[in-house]
């Protein structure tokens, strides 16, 4: 896996997503290894059973949309309006995520994962993360 | 394990007070207690002072201000619920029996922030990827819509109730009513709530004192029993949720109707906690004032208004009393009490017996919510 660009932009989400060979975004969970939980990101230690046995978990990159809102207020540093949301992951996991604004975008509809700049730091910084869109994942 | 009663209370109105200190904030509500309480200020042994951003030593700074120092001082973070939980150990310490006379107070300064939404922990995944209260509940709202019938207009019809009972509301920020049209004509804020479905930021304090049996028999019968106090925190997942039960307040409902040997049925007035127009909602079914579904007819059909079924968030609530975090689980209770007494105003719920407080918040990764004091209380 190669590190995300780098040019004048932060990158948000750290060690918890990247970009594989072929450009495409990877998202890294963690998968307990003595109770099997799955969680995103990964943390050190199980939140389940305590153990520290934790390995990185490649998360599926398609999912369902749980619920989403386009909010209009908050922090400077994001674009606004943003539209944020869960995604239910197949294997288990929901995430808290920025998505691309469609109307598109219906609860219980497929997503699928890219990347995108959601907002501006106070440096000048593009900030740029992991994000779902409508649909599923362009073959 | 023997009875904690309500002996005092008091509070400042709320609003936005930039010029004040915590400290000025906070005394007023604090001597108000005591005057209202016609005790001896020395009898207090012990207090317990709930505050999100009031700085350290809160409660010391307040209470050394007006002579009440050297006794046993805890200050209290737990988010919106910070104050409920300092009630929530007040009247613990009386139970158990380690204290007569327990002093509980809540208060918080917002204004500090410049407005804008409530600043949450960065530390915090969520938040840093973007979390933010009116986001949270959004989301709540956004599925609730598509699991059950609720209209935007029954939605903004919490707002209109509580704008309502606002008005009626010396020591409450918001005192003009607002019709559905103006709701949702104001300024979008997090999809579907506009402005005036999101309580307002600002200022403001509230105390209670919690007393011994001993203690309140010898005031009269103007005490008020504590028949329940509950805190709960919430259960943490990394997967999924349904965000239309907020489940830490329906396991604590359980516990405080458990623990008070009663039902949804028997009260009469709740003061639950509607940060946004949907979590009044929400706490509706949670509470078991009507069920699963049946929120946006309970509010159409005015059960929750003053007058009606079980009256809701008679002092105007989070939407129109104000949401001054640290201070809003002890005004919540301040208002209870009044209710019955029987010394709520012009906003009175005719004969109300049996009342319940509900403060719950706290917006972190893998929870509903981080924390949910709820307690009930009987007219002696």
């Known amino acids: 896996m190669n590190s995300p660009p780098q040019t004048r932009s932060m990158w948000l989400p750290g060690g918890a997503a990247s970009v594989d060979a072929q450009g495409r975004p990877v998202l890294v969970g963690g998968e307990c290894r003595a109770c099997h939980t799955r969680m995103f990101p990964k943390t050190t230690v199980c939140c389940a ?91 | 394990m023997s009875t904690a009663y309500v002996i005092g209370i008091g509070m400042v109105p709320f609003g936005k007070f930039p010029q004040r200190t915590v400290v000025d904030l906070a005394w007023p509500a604090v001597k108000a207690a005591i005057t209202d309480s016609g005790i001896d200020p020395r009898k207090i042994e012990a207090a317990f002072c709930g505050t999100t951003f009031g700085g350290m030593m809160t409660g010391q700074r307040v209470l050394g201000h007006i002579g009440l120092s050297g006794i046993p001082v805890t200050n209290i973070e737990n988010a919106c619920s910070s104050s409920s939980t300092a009630l929530r150990q007040a009247v613990t310490a009386v139970r158990a029996g380690q204290h007569d006379v327990v002093l509980v107070l809540g208060v918080e300064k917002l204004t500090k922030f410049g407005g804008g939404v409530l600043p949450l922990e960065l530390e915090d995944w969520d938040v840093s990827q973007g979390m933010m209260m009116p986001a949270l509940y959004a989301m709540r709202a956004q599925r609730y819509m598509h699991d059950y019938e609720l209209t935007p207009e029954q939605l903004a019809g919490v707002s209109v109730k509580n704008r309502k009972n606002g008005a009626l509301n010396p020591d409450a920020q918001m005192r003009e009513p607002v019709t559905v049209e103006q709701v949702l004509a104001s300024r979008p804020v997090a999809d579907p709530f506009t402005l005036l479905q999101c309580c307002p930021t600002g200022d403001g304090a509230a105390a209670l004192l ?132 029987g010394e709520a105003g012009a906003r009175q719920v005719e004969s109300a017996r049996i009342g319940l407080s509900h403060a719950t918040g706290g917006g972190i990764t893998g929870f509903d919510h981080g924390a949910c004091a709820i307690h009930i209380f009987a007219r002696a």
């Open chain 1, 49 to 139: 059973c305590m153990s520290e046995d934790v390995a990185d978990a490649p998360l599926p990159s398609e999912g369902t949309l749980y619920s989403f809102t386009q909010v209009h207020v908050g922090p400077a540093q994001w674009n606004k309006p943003l539209v944020v949301g869960y995604v239910d992951l197949p294997d288990g996991v929901r995430l808290f995520s920025h998505l691309r604004n469609s109307a598109a975008l219906a609860i219980g509809g497929p997503v699928h994962l890219t990347l995108g700049q959601v907002g501006t730091s106070a440096e000048g910084e593009a900030i740029t993360t992991f994000m779902f869109a409508a649909g599923e994942q362009p073959q």
């Open chain 2, 210 to 341: 919690v007393a011994s049996e001993k203690v309140a028999a010898q005031l009269g019968n103007r005490a008020i029993k504590v028949l329940a106090s509950d805190l709960t925190s919430g259960r943490y997942t990394p997967g999924y949720r349904d965000m239309t039960i907020p489940e830490i307040t329906v396991r604590g409902a359980h516990e405080a109707y458990e623990e008070a040997g009663l039902g949804p049925d028997e009260i009469d007035v709740a003061e639950v906690h509607d940060a946004f127009s949907i979590a009044e909602l929400l706490y509706y079914e949670a509470f078991g004032f009507c069920g699963r579904g049946e929120a946006g007819r309970m509010i159409s059909e005015g059960e929750t208004a003053i007058g009606g079924r079980i009256p809701v968030n008679p002092s105007g609530g989070l939407l129109a009393k104000g949401h001054p975090i640290g201070a809003t689980g002890a005004a919540q209770a301040v208002e209870i009490v009044r209710q019955l007494r």
